[in-house]
């Protein structure tokens, strides 16, 4: 089972990016799902976080203009960024539990996608 992360870029303030994190191999689903970033020079930081409930968590400085989704028929998770500031500049990366029959539910950490936020 891998986590690729996609869908990173450049960005002028105000605009939008849709990251996807999607799960490949032998996958029967994608539970609790996570979203971090890491600035340069700062600590990582969880961004938005989807249980397998389907309840939602996101930090402050991205409530209203962040949102996290799940296609279980796709095995992937977005996120969808509007409204973008020069501070959500970061590497972003996904977590998830995912389901499998030949390892059955295990952590997965995504590769990191670079967003950048020009002002």
């Known amino acids: 089972v891998q986590l690729q992360a996609s869908g990173g870029g450049w960005v002028q303030a105000g605009g939008s990016l849709r990251l996807s994190c999607a799960a490949s191999?032998?996958?029967?689903?994608?539970?609790?799902t996570s979203w971090y970033r890491q600035a340069p020079g700062k600590q990582r930081e969880l961004v938005a976080a989807l249980t397998s409930g389907g309840n939602t968590n996101y930090a402050d400085s991205v409530k209203g203009r962040f949102t996290i989704s799940r296609d279980s028929a796709k095995n992937t998770v977005y996120l969808q960024m509007n409204s973008l500031k020069p501070e959500d500049t970061a590497v972003y990366s996904c977590?998830?539990?995912?389901?499998?029959?030949?390892?059955?539910?295990?952590?997965?950490w995504g590769q990191g996608t670079l967003v950048t936020v020009s002002s």
């Open positions: 977590n998830a539990d995912v389901s499998s029959p030949l390892s059955g539910t295990r952590n997965y």
């Open positions: 191999g032998s996958v029967f689903s994608i539970a609790a």
